[in-house]
């Protein structure tokens, strides 16, 4: 089983700053296998990125991701006040079986 | 517009049967996997399992064991049973649609959950 691995777990951030977001797999994982989610405050899970770096319909352009391998990354560029949630990374393995990262919370510095 | 709406006891004791029914409305039921995923109180995602419209299943080996996944396709309607519950189960079940879906750049299919449920909490306790 492939095990994912966020870093930071919380990162401090203002409105305005960049956020970096990171997502490391145990082994090399297809690109197009990985997915990023946003969950705020008693809500379900709202997808943002799949295929590594394709925004979700809705999505907005301040939201990219990137990586391949075993190194994947989501960044926000300009931090709105509505971005501040948790963020999961997930991944779809052969079986097949789906796994998420434990999340980075983004909060307000 | 997809929405799932879920519903279920969010109550039970240990040892009892946990059962969660979630209802899909507006686009297609057949061409998707339906899934079901737990997040326990302040803590991370798990998959527990999904079907499809012909009851084709897949479940995560480690509940596997506890775990049936049924569907009903004259109600557009699927549902999640987990057996012998303890106070480890307790947690936030989400259902959730699974999509897979050929990424532009590289042709190649992707796997993700693009519409969830609103969530039911289920608590274990004596």
């Known amino acids: 089983e492939i095990v994912l691995t966020q870093s930071p777990g919380t990162l401090s951030l203002s409105p305005g700053e960049r956020a970096t977001l990171s997502c490391r797999a145990s082994?090399?994982?297809?690109?197009?296998?990985l997915a990023w989610y946003q969950q705020k405050p008693g809500q379900a899970p709202r997808l943002l990125i799949y295929?590594?770096?394709s925004r979700a319909t809705g999505i907005p352009d301040r939201f990219s991701g990137s990586g391949s391998g075993t190194d994947f990354t989501l960044t926000i560029s300009r931090l709105e006040p509505e971005d501040f949630a948790v963020y999961y990374c997930?991944?779809?393995?052969?079986?097949?079986?789906?796994?998420f990262g434990q999340g980075t919370k983004l909060e307000i510095k | 517009q997809v929405q799932l709406q879920q519903w279920g006891a969010g109550l039970l004791k240990p040892s009892e049967t946990l059962s969660l029914t979630c209802a899909v409305y507006?686009?297609?039921?057949?061409?998707?996997?339906w899934s079901w995923i737990r997040q326990p109180p302040g803590k991370g995602l798990e998959w527990i399992g999904e079907?499809?419209?012909?009851?084709?299943?897949n479940y995560n080996p480690s509940l596997k064991s506890r775990v049936t996944i049924s569907v009903d396709t004259s109600k557009n309607q699927f549902s999640l049973k987990l057996s012998s519950v303890t106070a480890a189960d307790t947690a936030v079940y989400y259902c959730?649609?699974?999509?897979?879906?050929?990424?532009?750049?590289?042709?190649?299919?992707?796997?993700?959950?693009?519409?969830w449920g609103q969530g039911t909490l289920v608590t274990v306790s004596s």
């Open positions: 997930q991944q779809y393995g052969s079986s097949p079986q789906y796994t």
């Open positions: 079907i499809n419209h012909s009851g084709s299943t």
């Open positions: 959730a649609r699974r999509v897979v879906d050929i990424v532009a750049t590289t042709r190649r299919p992707s796997y993700y959950f693009d519409y």
């Open positions: 295929g590594a770096s």
């Open positions: 082994q090399s994982v297809s690109s197009s296998y």
């Open positions: 507006g686009g297609s039921f057949s061409g998707y996997y």
